[in-house]
Each structure stands twice: as structure tokens, then as C-alpha cells.
């Protein structure tokens, strides 16, 4: 119960980081400098009314100083990385793993809320998380008593990083080349390109973390979430065209936390 509690805490505050990085990132400022400032008024935000929730709460959703409206999406960011945080300990303990994953775990909330709303995956979290993600797979290698390096785990997140990556790229360019070439049918919003190559990078993060298994999980689980938000999309909206990264997220976290009764059931 405590260890939960302070999971949630502790997620909460790491998400109302995750939030400045969602709005700074995509205009290519600094997340750490300077402070917090509403995005409205440019007034600096104090400390306390920077506390999540509860800082939303005493000002009732709306700014000290503009009284413009917070957006809710502040919340839903700290509530989510909160119960990602909970979920994520639960499942791996305070454990190495523990903390890969919350890293990785962070890195997919950004890249999803900055898809969402900008339509990019910015470098930052697409590339700067493939070497995060390299980087923490070698280290988990190292034994330090006796000293000796097992690879496994580097080589696995190369492999995932090449798949995930190559995977997307090839389909992206079959379907355009079915559809595009071989069907002639007219461009969508002007694009004869169906995939991003922010998607391309973003599942080849994905692989340096998961390594290959994951990777190849996480492909074949993103179009099933993609169709239904897709198809409600098309009838809603009359749009064609949705972002693909909130789709490899949730199947990357589908993998992380189910891929071997995933693989036990598919391979019994
Ligand atoms: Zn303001």
C-alpha cells in the first residue's frame, strides 16, 4: 500500500515534468531552463501552484495571474504517468528493470501527447531514446562480483532497434507502392506516404528497449488499437489520417507487460 502511494507520488511529479517536456519540445526549448511559465500570460508559475492536482485544484483549473484556463491535459499527463508508475512496480519490483522502464515508459507518454497534438516524434525522444535505450541494455550485462559482461541483452536491443525500425519502413513502403502505384489511387491530403518517418524511428526506439521479440510484438499489436481509432475517426471525423505513434506506445506497453503469456498462448 505505501510502496503504491509513493508510486503514485512519485509519478505525479515526474508527469508534471513529462508535461513541460510535451509543450517545449516541439517548439525546441529547453525542458529544464527556465522555470515553469503559464503558457498564456508568460507569467512565472510559483512552486506551489506547480504541485500537481492539488495546485489545479486550489486555483480551480484556471491561472493566478491571467485566470485563463489551465488545460486539463496537465492532469490526465501526471494521473497517467501515477498509474504507469504503480503498474510498472508492481510488475517489476524496485528492480533494474524498474527503472529501465520507467524511462521507457516516460519516453512513449511524450512521444504520444506531442503525436497527438504536432503530428512529429521529436529527435529528442525518437533517437536520444534508441542510445538511452542501447546504453541501459548493455549495462545490464555488467556484473560487477566477479567482474564479467554478459551481451545478451546489447546485442538483443541492437537486433530490436534494426527490426522495429526496418519493419515499419518496408511496410509503409509496400502499402504505398500497392496503393499508391499499383491501385493509382489519388494522394491522401496531398501524401503519397502513408508512413512518418517519425513512426520508422519511434518503433526502432521501442526495439532498442524491448529488443527484437518486443519489436515484433509491438508491430503486429499497434494496427489492431490503429483500425478501431481509425475506423471511429473515418465516421466521426470524415479524416483520413490519424497519428501513428499513440498506437506503437500502447502496443509497446502491451508487450512489456504481456508478451509471454502473448507467446505462451501463441506458441503453446
Ligand atoms: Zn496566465
Given at each position: 500500500?505505501?510502496?503504491?502511494?509513493?508510486?503514485?507520488?512519485?509519478?505525479?511529479?515526474?508527469?508534471?515534468?513529462?508535461?513541460?517536456?510535451?509543450?517545449?519540445?516541439?517548439?525546441?526549448?529547453?525542458?529544464?531552463?527556465?522555470?515553469?511559465?503559464?503558457?498564456?500570460?508568460?507569467?512565472?508559475?510559483?512552486?506551489?501552484?506547480?504541485?500537481?492536482?492539488?495546485?489545479?485544484?486550489?486555483?480551480?483549473?484556471?491561472?493566478?495571474?491571467?485566470?485563463?484556463?489551465?488545460?486539463?491535459?496537465?492532469?490526465?499527463?501526471?494521473?497517467?504517468?501515477?498509474?504507469?508508475?504503480?503498474?510498472?512496480?508492481?510488475?517489476?519490483?524496485?528492480?533494474?528493470?524498474?527503472?529501465?522502464?520507467?524511462?521507457?515508459?516516460?519516453?512513449?507518454?511524450?512521444?504520444?501527447?506531442?503525436?497527438?497534438?504536432?503530428?512529429?516524434?521529436?529527435?529528442?525522444?525518437?533517437?536520444?531514446?534508441m542510445?538511452?535505450g542501447l546504453l541501459l541494455n548493455i549495462?545490464k550485462g555488467?556484473?560487477?562480483?566477479?567482474?564479467?559482461?554478459?551481451?545478451a541483452a546489447g546485442v538483443n536491443s541492437v537486433i530490436g532497434l534494426l527490426?522495429?525500425?526496418?519493419?515499419?519502413?518496408?511496410?509503409?513502403?509496400?502499402?504505398?507502392?500497392?496503393?499508391?502505384?499499383?491501385?493509382?489511387?489519388?494522394?491522401?491530403?496531398?501524401?503519397?506516404?502513408?508512413?512518418?518517418?517519425?513512426?520508422?524511428?519511434?518503433?526502432?526506439?521501442?526495439g532498442s528497449f524491448l529488443g527484437w521479440?518486443?519489436a515484433?510484438?509491438?508491430?503486429?499489436?499497434?494496427?489492431?488499437?490503429?483500425?478501431?481509432?481509425?475506423?471511429?475517426?473515418?465516421?466521426?471525423?470524415?479524416?483520413?489520417?490519424?497519428?501513428?505513434?499513440?498506437?506503437?506506445?500502447?502496443?509497446?506497453?502491451?508487450?512489456?507487460?504481456?508478451?509471454?503469456?502473448?507467446?505462451?498462448?501463441?506458441?503453446?
Amino acid at each position: 500500500m505505501l510502496a503504491n502511494i509513493l508510486s503514485f507520488i512519485f509519478g505525479s511529479i515526474v508527469g508534471s515534468f513529462l508535461n513541460v517536456c510535451i509543450y517545449r519540445l516541439p517548439q525546441s526549448k529547453s525542458v529544464v531552463w527556465p522555470g515553469s511559465h503559464c503558457p498564456k500570460c508568460e507569467k512565472r508559475i510559483p512552486w506551489y501552484d506547480n504541485i500537481p492536482y492539488i495546485g489545479f485544484i486550489m486555483l480551480k483549473g484556471k491561472c493566478r495571474f491571467c485566470k485563463k484556463n489551465i488545460s486539463l491535459l496537465y492532469i490526465i499527463v501526471e494521473l497517467i504517468t501515477a498509474l504507469m508508475f504503480i503498474a510498472l512496480y508492481n510488475h517489476f519490483g524496485l528492480t533494474y528493470d524498474f527503472c529501465v522502464y520507467t524511462v521507457f515508459a516516460c519516453a512513449l507518454i511524450v512521444a504520444t501527447f506531442i503525436d497527438i497534438y504536432h503530428r512529429i516524434i521529436p529527435y529528442e525522444i525518437s533517437v536520444g531514446g534508441m542510445i538511452v535505450g542501447l546504453l541501459l541494455n548493455i549495462i545490464k550485462g555488467f556484473n560487477l562480483n566477479p567482474f564479467s559482461w554478459n551481451y545478451a541483452a546489447g546485442v538483443n536491443s541492437v537486433i530490436g532497434l534494426l527490426l522495429g525500425g526496418g519493419l515499419i519502413y518496408l511496410s509503409g513502403k509496400i502499402f504505398d507502392l500497392v496503393y499508391f502505384k499499383l491501385l493509382k489511387k489519388p494522394p491522401i491530403q496531398g501524401e503519397t506516404e502513408s508512413m512518418g518517418g517519425g513512426d520508422v524511428l519511434l518503433l526502432a526506439m521501442i526495439g532498442s528497449f524491448l529488443g527484437w521479440p518486443g519489436a515484433l510484438l509491438t508491430f503486429f499489436i499497434a494496427p489492431f488499437f490503429g483500425a478501431v481509432v481509425g475506423i471511429i475517426n473515418l465516421l466521426v471525423k470524415k479524416d483520413h489520417t490519424i497519428p501513428y505513434g499513440p498506437f506503437l506506445a500502447i502496443g509497446a506497453l502491451v508487450s512489456l507487460f504481456w508478451s509471454n503469456k502473448i507467446i505462451r498462448i501463441l506458441l503453446p
